[in-house]
């Protein structure tokens, strides 16, 4: 047997899912969540849809150091305890998102966004907003009085200017 | 001329040998800029919308293959990596791919439901185009060695929305050797190794410069029990496409033989590309391979104006 040099991957179990998609529902009007949900460390939450036993899982991460499984999808703000998606976890629940979307107006606050600036903009609410401009959804912000926050994380930032 | 090919005669003399009157014709092709290829990920968007999208940016893309609409060529005058800081790039809406490279995931052709391994799977150009066609259903072990590679990987796999893969960090013939202790077999598998390289030196001359034939007899070694482990795995009935990047007999049909006469219950395949090819090679200097060799496919700059690769696929037989 190896020694892992970090925390075990932690299987959501149904108790908590369900506690996480009432959030995800209050929040977004997201209904199903399509994978099961795993964890490593008590934030950020893994979306994985692999076909594959929990009991297998844990069999082959006795033996074998696995560094990931599926995609960083959300995470828990420590302030609030509401749900943050990233940007794949709003892209691949799109079509579920009916609620706290803020529509970006112009491509220029778009590129702004998408260079990780916040957006100067009272929109009257104070909650997480999932960020969309055309067809895209671009994760979360959060709004507060005189802005959104921005969470764009730096590898994922536009660093010039677009055509 | 863009190779310093007079600092490598050894090299000129083996593409020589294995082109025959086709090596002007390679060496005319190598030298020419490469293609800027990419591939819609499907997984986000589709290649009709993508490709609409481009275009409205004054992007001109071509789509050259019918079959496979999700492959394009970015046709215009871009700035060195502006692929990879698009807008449409950072959203994971395509993957910045040399086609020759997206042609070992055409021929496993992995499909929705089943296990997959991809044993080298850094940088992940090969694992997010088997999760696409997969749909994100059924399950990929995407495995590499090294930490820094694995990064890139898991990066890469996100951008692309990738739901349906574990990341492994272990030596590939450790890993198949766990696998088969632990009884866990795969219905496909793809084995691109580590190589010399040859095939990539149209886009990156530095792989010449580096360019060894005792590296080559190295990797050949590796490459052997790479593949003898790998097929340990693999389920009856099951396939597993290897493939290189370079054109080095040694890691190539050496390769593919050695296992063919090893193993009684493994058989080569055939291999539909969308791309021309020339057959794999059953003779080599003083060594003969297999007949069998002849449906695995040499890919050359100069055949479909790509990068140089081999693809060979076998299934394992009861």
Known sequence: MIQQKFTPLNVMNEKEKKELLKKLGEQFGIKEIPGIILSRGK?????????????????????????????????????TGK?????????????????????????????????????????????????????????????SEQKISNYIPKNRRLKHKQN | MRHDFDSKPLFVERMKLLLGNEFENYIEYVSKPDLKSIRANTLKISAE???????????????????????????????????????????????????????????????????????????????????MMMKNQGLIIANDVKLDRIKILASNLERCGVMNQIITRCDGINLCEKFSRMNISFDKILLDAPCSGEGTIRSTPR??????????????????????????????????????????????????????????????????????????????KENKYSKELKKSCRIYPHLSNTEGFFIAKLRKMK
């Not at chain 2, 590796?222 to 040694?250: D, M, N």
């Open chain 2, 49 to 131: 919308e993508l490709k609409k999208t481009l275009e409205e940016k004054g992007w001109n893309i071509k789509q050259p293959f019918k079959k496979n609409p999700e492959i394009m060529i970015v046709d215009l005058e871009l700035l060195p990596g502006e692929l990879g800081r698009s807008l449409e790039h950072i959203l994971g809406y395509y993957y910045v791919q040399e086609i020759a490279s997206m042609l070992p995931v055409i021929a496993l052709n992995p499909k929705p439901g089943e296990n997959v391994l991809d044993l080298c799977a850094s940088p992940g150009s090969k694992t997010t185009q088997i999760a």
């Open chain 2, 207 to 284: 792989t010449l410069q580096s360019w060894n034939i005792n590296k080559i007899y190295s990797l050949s070694n590796l490459q052997k029990k790479l593949l003898r482990s790998a097929l340990k795995i693999l389920k009856i009935g099951g396939e597993i496409v290897y493939s290189t990047c370079t054109h080095a007999p040694e890691e190539n049909e050496e390769v593919i033989d050695s296992v063919l006469r090893e193993l009684k219950n493994v058989k080569t395949e055939k291999i539909v590309l969308p791309v021309k090819c020339n057959p794999g090679l059953i003779s080599w």
């Open chain 1, 43 to 79: 934030e950020r939450m893994f979306l994985f849809s692999g076909n594959i036993s929990e009991e297998k899982l844990k069999k082959i991460e006795k033996e074998i150091v696995i560094e990931r499984a599926g995609i960083y999808f959300a995470r828990i703000d420590e302030h």
């Open chain 1, 83 to 143: 749900i943050r998606l990233s940007i794949e976890g709003s892209q691949m629940l799109k079509d579920q998102i009916k609620k706290n979307i803020y529509e970006i107006s112009t491509k220029d606050d778009f590129e702004k966004w998408m260079q990780g600036q916040d957006l100067q903009i009272s929109t009257g609410k104070r909650e997480f907003l999932i960020m969309k401009y055309k067809d895209n959804l671009v994760g979360t912000g959060k709004a």
